[in-house]
Nanobody, 124 residues
Framework: QVQLVESGGGLVQAGGSLRVSCAAS????????MGWFRQAPGKEREFVAA????????YYADSVKGRFTISRDNAKNTVDLQMNSLKPDDTALYYC?????????????????WGQGTQVTVSS
């Protein structure tokens, strides 16, 4: 089992920045690729970003490429999502997820373990 707890969400104006974090506990953090997903009301869950277990490879949805950066610290068992140039369309509940395979995160939009989510609201 892997437990994931997100933090750092909040309200920000369009054009602003926000950093959300995910703390993992349980099984070996290095065994898992990590990802961030989001879901807005009335919409399906959407892949945002993923990072390989080593941190060498990163993947982004086209909608956030160039604005968001995913990173991980395997010593602290954390994964962060730095969000810049935020837009009202980025408003959603942001979830952290863990899976042994980064491809499952970004292609199947699914994972073995999920956090509870943190709300990000971008005002216009």
């Amino acid at each position: 089992q892997v437990q994931l707890v997100e933090s750092g969400g909040g309200l920000v104006q369009a054009g602003g920045s926000l950093r959300v974090s995910c703390a993992a506990s349980g099984r070996t953090f290095r065994d898992y690729a990590m990802g961030w997903f989001r879901q807005a009301p009335g919409k399906e869950r959407e892949f945002v970003a993923a990072i390989s277990w080593s941190g060498v490879s990163t993947y982004y949805a086209d909608s956030v490429k160039g604005r968001f950066t995913i990173s991980r610290d395997n010593a602290k068992n954390t994964v962060d999502l730095q969000m810049n140039s935020l837009k009202p369309d980025d408003t959603a509940l942001y979830y952290c997820a863990a899976d042994p395979h980064a491809s499952r995160l970004r292609v199947e939009v699914d994972a073995d373990y999920w956090g509870q989510g943190t709300q990000v609201t971008v005002s216009s």
